[in-house]
């Protein structure tokens, strides 16, 4: 005998969710989180190609101390002060207060 039919739509797959991991990598690639830093407006201060100090923009600092440091090869923002590390998209993002999505095309829009 076959199941009764249900008034449940059935479990149809959704579409494959890009893998977090994979998308992040993209976007780690895709823009670079020193062009990223300036549009949110840090203080840069480029030493070597190795590493590129700037302000954290999210510590209370009154003193304009590059306590963050940019890593362009891996595309990250990371603050030695307070902690707080971001790609480039989480990065403007938090800046200004969107979402990751936002955040996305808007950097599509002025660097991509
Ligand atoms: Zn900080």
Redesign the pocket.
Known sequence: MLPPSTSKAPRVPKAPKINHCERRDNILTQFSIIEVARLCNIQIKEQSRAEIRCR?P??N?KRNKM??SLNESKGLFH?F??G?GFNAVSLYAEIYGIDTKEAYQDLMDKLG
């Open positions: 954290c999210f510590c600092n306590t963050a603050c002060r307070c707080e």
